[in-house]
């Protein structure tokens, strides 16, 4: 990131384009641009972004489709620690909109600070972001309680047909399309479930067949972290 801010103070109009996953940061970005009083847009082309992330800032600013008479385009693919310590070399102040959309991708990135990539970095700079006026609470209530009944559906009919095998190290899912579309809810709804399913007592691997139209096995590993 080290060019950023050179070719943003030589930017007339600021493009940012992120994906789902790197919204929340971008958020922050766009926040730093803003107090440039630059002109900027904020893009995210993925389809469907979920309601769980409806409490970013800007998120009603967020477009759809990409700017064509933007002069700098930036496609961003930070994460939030590395953001977080762009902003601290740069003596830029993290205001509390950045903090907070800051301490939302931590939560993503870290699956609620419970995955292998977690240290004590990490717990430093959420430490400092609730200092910097985080809204932690709301973030974690949007990031890892959100649920929709589609979900819950889909939930309840996976954990119906569950296996447990090789002594319960192993817990194997299957779906079927029909399942999906009475549930309302996609494979990518699946995941929840399956993660779940990792905290089980013994539980090391999860597994999840997908059968299709054409009753193709889709075979998905979750392993514990």
Known sequence: ??????????????????????LAGASAFYTHILRLHKKVALVCESQ????????????????SKKVSSADLHIEFKYSSVELYEYFKKNNIKINPKMATALYAGLLQE?????????????FAVAKELV????????????????????SIRLKAIMFKNMLLVND???????IKNDDLKSAGASLKDCDEVLKETLKLPHTEEVILLHVDKEYELLRLKYKEI
């Open 1 to 22: 990131m080290n060019n950023i801010l050179k070719d943003v103070g030589n930017a007339n109009y600021i493009m940012i384009v992120a994906d789902k996953k790197s």
């Open 48 to 63: 469907n972004i979920e309601n769980n992330l409806s409490f970013l800032p800007w998120f009603d600013k967020i477009k």
């Open 110 to 122: 870290t699956d609620g600070f419970l995955n292998s990539s977690v240290n004590g970095m990490t």
């Open 131 to 150: 200092e910097c006026g985080a809204e932690y609470k709301i973030c974690s209530s949007f990031i890892m309680k959100y649920t929709t009944l589609a």
């Open 168 to 174: 319960a190290k192993t817990a194997l899912f299957e």
